[in-house]
């Protein structure tokens, strides 16, 4: 690593891995040493972003101006239009623009891709993704719709792009819940009618998470066959860069479907019981539905 920009002076964690990097709390100095580098003939070759989510678009366009391919977290982007202005980008400069879809490399999900792909069944499925945060989230640019998303968006990303993956394209959505801690609803995919549900409120979690006082949990029932894969992810993040590096990566054709389904979530009125029509839909009466 070369250099770093925060404007939070918080990243004492360099020292263990890049201590000769120059760091920045000020964007103008970043973008200025950057531009020495290039012009000393030592650019950068690779740009990470991890910036709040309604900044992604914005630092890929300068990395992308530096000559720089482009790591970027998830969400890419909060809007498919912003995605498809990114693509005209990487034309025009020549670099890529890649993004972290780390469920794609986890061993279990490759496994039932792998099985998904020798039936011919319209699949029953469950997704439920709980991951607990404290009172710092709602005060964080996370709980603000326009620069994260929203639930369905800032930690559902993935999991939409799973879906996706999975079972092909969408064909059409209702969502029943859209709140600051929670998100519900119900996707027709190509090849499965799927319930999700999403929560950060701690209160959601199974019993048996809580009594274990683990707060995360993820889980996806196909036909009533549950596959919780809450383990695993320890090294998908360093997977996910090496396959960037070994030219592998995921680019922003690959995301803008989900991109296209998270915004889709994110403006839809949330429909009562009463305006349900299929029959497979049922509207949440607890904090976790599926309990």
Known sequence: MLAAYDPNDSVGILDSYFPEASFFTEFERFDRHLEKLKRQG???????????????????????????????????????????????????????????????????????????????????????????????????????????????TNIGIHFFDLLLWLFGPLQSMEVHQHTHDRAAGYLELQHAQVRWFMSINADTLPENHKKAQKRTFRSITIAGQEIEFSDGFADLHTKSYEAVLQGAGFGIATVLPAIEMVHQIRTAIPKLESDQQHPFVQLPQSPHPFQ
């Open 42 to 152: 030592n650019p950068i070759h690779y740009l990470s972003i991890c910036s709040p989510n309604y900044l992604h678009d914005a630092h890929i366009r300068f990395g992308l101006r530096n000559g720089a391919n482009v790591i970027c977290e998830k969400p890419l982007v909060l809007n498919p239009w912003n995605a498809e202005a990114l693509m005209e980008n990487e034309a025009e400069t020549g670099n890529k623009v890649f993004t972290i879809l780390q469920l794609r490399l986890h061993p279990e999900l490759v496994q039932l891709k792998n099985k998904l792909q020798h039936t011919g069944t319209k699949h029953q499925v469950e997704l439920t993704y709980i991951t607990a945060r404290g009172q710092w989230y709602y005060t964080s640019w996370k709980a603000e719709m326009p620069k994260s998303g929203g639930i369905a």
